[in-house]
């Protein structure tokens, strides 16, 4: 036999040849029962520290639709009567729903309302915290509030009419709801507040826009008196010029008279229009256009736009109290840990067991 056969042998005697037994296994494994427990109770334990360690997460959930018009009763009374002054206020159910849902998005007024909630001066212990450690916090706060529109979902059936589905996250059930339905009535006040004040200024801008047109109606009525006796002075000059003194009442001749100076008419007559004109005191009192216009400005200043309480949104699921956590239970991860415990320490006996023939 050559020496290389002989090394050949040598090396795969080296080698033990042994099969996987495994009643064998399980008789390792039961030999190290006490070890194996004492992994799978420290894992347990360990399980349970995480367990406690772990923020709670609890999920209050809302949904909201454009308001319904039994919502907005009231408030549709109030435009007809601003309707019929010709004053478009631009405020309509879907324009103050899409109002609410901007304001809502908003990052500086979410972030302005948990500045000011109680719930949020709860959780800042320090009252001597600076300023920029607040804002980190608040803004940590405001990435649990979502916002989503179910038609914006993927997969989403489409519907007949919008709606968005609104959650925020807390550390207590109660605290999830209580935020998240401060935030929608926050939010749905300053809506409100402002669909008034939208209101309450096309009404101020039509009054204006009313006095200026009447303003201007006025002086062209004056300007006009002013022009006519000026017209009629001269016609009285003219007519006695040519000596016409009674009215000329041939209808060819009236129907040929100048325009501008009615000398037809005869001085007498110029004599007793231009009187009846430098008589009148009002020059708008006779001009229809002008009493229509002063009627308008009278009823515009007799508006008294007060607030009107109204939903620019409904509830088709208000703010839920959560019953079940975000997060695993206890229980399930002091299971887990104490499965997980008890694999990794069989698996450790098991190695060693397997090195033990290679140890010199």
């Known amino acids: 036999m050559s020496a290389i056969e002989v090394k050949k042998n040598t090396e795969i005697n080296l080698i033990p040849d042994r099969e996987i037994d495994l009643l064998e296994l399980l008789s390792v494994l039961y030999a190290a029962k006490k070890q194996i427990l004492t992994g ?3 894992f347990a334990l360990v399980g349970l520290a995480i367990a406690y360690l772990l923020p709670q997460k609890w999920t209050s959930q809302a949904i909201i639709t454009p308001s319904e018009i039994t919502q907005w009763q009231e408030m549709e009374q109030q435009l007809a009567r601003l ?39 709860a959780q800042l212990n320090d009252a001597d915290m600076q300023s920029d450690e607040i804002h980190r916090i608040v803004v940590n706060m405001a990435e649990k509030m979502k916002f989503a529109s179910n038609q914006a979902k993927a997969g989403a059936e489409s519907t007949p009419y919008s709606a968005w589905t609104l959650s925020f996250v807390a550390t207590t059930a109660q605290d999830a709801q209580d935020i998240l339905k401060g935030y929608i009535d926050y939010v749905s006040a300053a809506v409100e507040e402002e669909a008034m004040q939208n209101i309450r200024n096309a009404v101020s801008v039509k009054r204006l826009l009313e006095e200026g ?42 129907a040929g008279d100048d325009p501008d100076y ?12 231009l009187a009846i004109e430098k008589s009148i005191t009002d020059v708008a009192k006779q001009d229809v256009d002008f009493n229509n216009r002063q009627y308008q400005l009278d009823q ?39 499965v997980l415990g008890g694999l990794l320490t069989s698996v450790g006996i098991l190695l060693r067991r397997a090195m033990t023939p290679f140890r010199l």
């Open 40 to 42: 799978i109770i420290v």
């Open 213 to 254: 047109r009447l303003a201007q109606r006025r002086m062209h009525l004056e300007n006009l008196r002013s022009v006519n006796v000026e017209r009629l002075n001269y016609a009285l000059e003219i007519a006695n010029a040519a000596g016409i003194k009674k009215p000329i009442y041939s209808s060819s001749m009236v």
């Open 83 to 121: 309707q019929v002054l010709d004053i478009d206020t631009k405020v309509t159910r879907s324009s103050v729903f899409d109002l609410f849902i901007k304001k809502l998005q908003s990052r500086s007024m979410l972030e302005e309302f948990l500045t000011s909630s109680p719930w949020v001066r």
């Open 262 to 273: 009615q000398i037809m008419l005869g001085a007498d007559g110029i004599e007793q229009k």
């Open 300 to 338: 515009l200043r007799q508006i008294v736009v007060a607030d009107i309480h109204f939903e620019p949104f409904k509830y088709q699921l208000s703010p839920s109290l959560p019953v079940t956590k975000d997060n695993p239970g206890k229980s399930i991860i002091v299971l887990l840990a104490a």
